[in-house]
């Protein structure tokens, strides 16, 4: 019997993924794909001829029975036999049922709300699904043969999803709206669907803002009936939340009988899990927040409990301050993964390899609920996650110790961190997450270290520039220089400003001429100079504060600069040092004035 190996994509990515405007959206879009992935592994491995089962390579068969794993959009297969695009097309039709499977739930218990119609015609446009099959080269030596043939197939199937298939257009010109998440497809909910909706209840479930509209991709998003997932403004509320029941226990309780009342209402959504802490969304905590609330439940009635619920908030924000309105956006991705599969000259080795990112994808779940945040995905040696701000840095770290462990083979775990506003667009802050990953897999001009294997951090302020700051890591596992100095903040062990000061004295060296060594000499004696006077300036004033231990750190840290690159990047280190500091303050219930002010 010829043998062939076998390739799958399913798509879009970006429909299901990255068009969202609520966290959900951007979960449930990325379940939907692994499920469909799933399906259509299922359908490629169940396929057999004359007895001879498929065997999967990507993903293995252990993972796909596994349903808390994430799976790949891209299935590679073995199989053996004279119908290799009829194993394909098994494949395609096991996608294809899920999907169908999924939307059928979805509008069965949206009822009236959907233009059935429209929903008929765009259900059987969304999904891409390529494939192709090759059969095995004969190599020299032969061991290569298999690796040769893999090579060649994912070239084919490169090319055959760059030659896409363009597809009639269904759409109707009646001026429907069209999908406000992408704007690919006319919305499926009319305006009369949308006010028979308000009266049955269903809003609630879709989240619907005004003049907001949804295709059937947005609509299967939000509509089904699995469990909530936690708003961008609840994985920033955390640290206030945990710091806050900590240090004012009896307002605590007072304010979360409020929310009760208002989620016995339909106004305020629980998050999934059992949190002892606050099961409730981050809107009831922020207070710009509290009128959409009511917008989106179309619950009018709540008003008069909301303004309960603000009386019971103000309490614990006269006493424990605002709540810090940042998070982390941790985006993960293993580095030289290819050329470590390239390596590997057989079927069974990748299946083992295969196995090693599943297990490390279950680890990484689990690393990142322990440190209370989300994970958005997490398969292979991906990861997407939202994290509270003060536990950013430990899960980053334990992710890296993690990976290192369980795959091994000479790869390692490059990570980005971004910290952003909670009330940003969604959209900017995976783009800045993904910028960050980018970062730490490659230093930019001028910085030091080696590419990949790599930790940056970018922290977007509402007012003013982003700041980006890069290390390695090393063979311990935290960014020590870091967290070193978001412990000085916390002890109150640094001078006010000191971070600003920094920052502007690398802005008047930057044009400083270096082409002779002589030159660069000058440059190395007058950025340690100016830089110790400044601290010591700095460091009089509050010296009460700043112990001799801190005070040799910072000096011998200063000792190490060359060039106003090296002043940017510390300065950069204590601004994002600074925003870190603000938010483990709030988790550890110490004074939010305490050591370095305002954020610089």
């Not at 808390?68 to 494949?91: K, T, V």
């Not at 006319?186 to 308000?198: C, D, F, G, H, N």
């Not at 605590?252 to 409730?280: S, T, Y």
Request: with cysteine; glycine share 8%.
């Amino acid at each position: 019997m010829p043998e062939y190996l076998i390739a799958l994509s399913i798509g879009p990515v970006q429909e299901f993924i990255a068009a969202a405007r609520r966290t959900r959206d951007l979960w449930y879009g990325s379940h939907i794909l692994s499920e469909i992935s799933r399906a259509a592994a299922s359908g490629i491995a169940s396929f057999n001829e004359n007895g001879r089962q498929t065997k999967l390579i990507f993903p293995s068969s252990g993972n796909i029975t596994d349903g808390d794993s994430s799976i790949a959009n891209i299935i590679l297969a073995e199989y053996e036999g004279n119908s290799p695009q009829d194993c394909l097309e098994a494949g395609k039709m096991a996608a294809r049922a899920k999907w169908e499977q999924m939307c059928d739930k979805v509008l069965k218990a949206m009822g009236g709300a959907i233009d059935q119609d429209a929903w008929n015609r765009q259900k059987d446009q969304v999904l891409e699904l390529y494939g192709c099959w090759m059969p095995m080269c004969d190599a020299i030596p032969p061991k290569t043969s298999y690796q040769v043939t893999r090579t060649k197939l994912m070239r084919l199937l490169d090319a055959r999803k760059n030659l896409r298939n363009f597809c009639q257009s269904h759409g109707r010109d009646q001026g429907l709206f069209k999908s406000s998440l992408d704007g690919l497809r006319e919305s499926v909910l009319t305006p009369y669907a949308r006010r028979q909706a308000q009266q049955n209840g269903h809003v609630r479930g879709l989240r619907l803002k005004r003049q907001e509209f949804l295709d059937i991709v947005g609509v299967v998003k939000r509509g089904s009936d699995r469990q909530s997932f936690p708003s961008v403004s609840r994985v920033a509320a955390d640290p206030w939340l945990r710091g806050a029941r900590q240090f004012l226990p009896h307002e605590f309780e007072a304010f979360r009988d409020k929310c009760e009342i208002l989620n016995g209402m339909g106004v305020l959504g629980i998050i999934p899990g059992n949190d002892e802490v606050f099961p409730f969304e981050g809107g009831a905590v922020f207070s710009n927040r509290h009128a959409e609330l009511v917008e989106e439940s179309g619950k009018e009635t709540g008003l008069e409990m909301l303004a309960e619920m603000r009386s019971a908030l103000a309490p614990l924000v006269r006493g424990h301050g605002e709540p810090e309105p940042y998070l982390a956006i941790l985006v993960a991705d293993g580095d030289k993964v290819g050329e470590a599969l390239g390596k590997i000259g057989n079927a069974d080795g990748h299946r083992d390899f295969s196995n090693k990112l599943s297990e490390f994808a279950k680890n990484a779940n689990s690393i990142v609920e322990l440190h209370r945040g989300v994970s958005v995905y997490s398969g292979g040696d991906d990861v997407l996650a939202f994290l509270p701000l003060d536990q950013a840095l430990e899960c980053a770290a334990r992710l890296r110790s993690a990976f290192s462990k369980i795959v091994m083979n000479d790869v390692t775990l490059s990570v980005g961190i971004a910290i952003g506003h909670c009330l940003e667009n969604l959209e900017d802050l995976l783009n800045w997450g993904r910028a960050s990953e980018k970062h730490a897999k490659k230093r930019r001009t001028g910085e030091s270290g080696e590419d990949r294997n790599g930790l940056a951090i970018h922290l977007h302020k509402r007012g003013g520039g982003p700041i980006y700051y890069r290390t390695n890591w090393l063979e311990g596992e935290a960014p020590l220089l870091l967290i070193e100095f978001v412990e000085f903040l916390k002890g109150g062990h640094l001078p006010r400003r000191f971070a600003s000061d920094i920052s502007r004295l690398a802005d008047r060296y930057s044009d400083w001429p270096t082409s002779s060594e002589e030159e660069r000499k000058l440059l190395r004696d007058a950025i340690k100079a100016e830089a110790k006077y400044r601290f010591g300036r700095k460091a009089a004033g509050e010296s009460k504060q700043i112990t001799d231990s801190v005070r040799e750190r910072i000096i011998k840290i200063i000792d190490s600069f060359n060039s106003h690159a090296d002043l940017r990047e510390f300065s950069a280190l204590l601004g994002i040092a600074h925003q870190i500091r603000l938010s483990k303050s709030q988790a550890e219930a110490l004074p939010a004035d305490l050591a370095g002010g305002k954020p610089q």
